[in-house]
Nanobody, 117 residues
Framework: QVQLVESGGGFVQAGGSLRLSCAAS??????????MDWYRQVPGKERELVAA???????NYAGSVSGRFTISRDNAKNSVYLQMNSLKPEDTAVYYC?????????WGKGTLVTVSS
């Protein structure tokens, strides 16, 4: 059974930094083969893609976070990370880790990030 467990959320002032972590387990194949994503969602809005990293390490970012957020992975630890710098109040959201296994979507339970102005 695939499990994604996020950690690292919290409360931070604008301009501050946080590092989110996501640990994966139960994947069918080696973790290194999987693309991993970070999404975020605020109440009343759709979940949006924040950053993605391919199995080969290629990355992609939403325009709103490009230059401030960095996604990375440690295949030895079955983990993906999201380093968030220069945080803004509009970054406040629940952040979710996501992957696909055999075309099925898997999500973590999310971790709340609150940025105060």
């Amino acid at each position: 059974q695939v499990q994604l467990v996020e950690s690292g959320g919290g409360f931070v002032q604008a301009g501050g930094s946080l590092r989110l972590s996501c640990a994966a387990s139960g994947l069918t194949f080696a973790f290194a083969y999987y693309g991993m994503d970070w999404y975020r969602q605020v109440p009343g809005k759709e979940r949006e893609l924040v950053a993605a990293i391919g199995g080969g390490g290629s990355t992609n970012y939403a325009g709103s976070v490009s230059g401030r957020f960095t996604i990375s992975r440690d295949n030895a630890k079955n983990s993906v990370y999201l380093q968030m710098n220069s945080l803004k109040p509009e970054d406040t959201a629940v952040y979710y880790c996501h992957t696909k296994d055999y075309e099925m979507n898997y999500w973590g339970k999310g971790t709340l990030v609150t940025v105060s102005s």
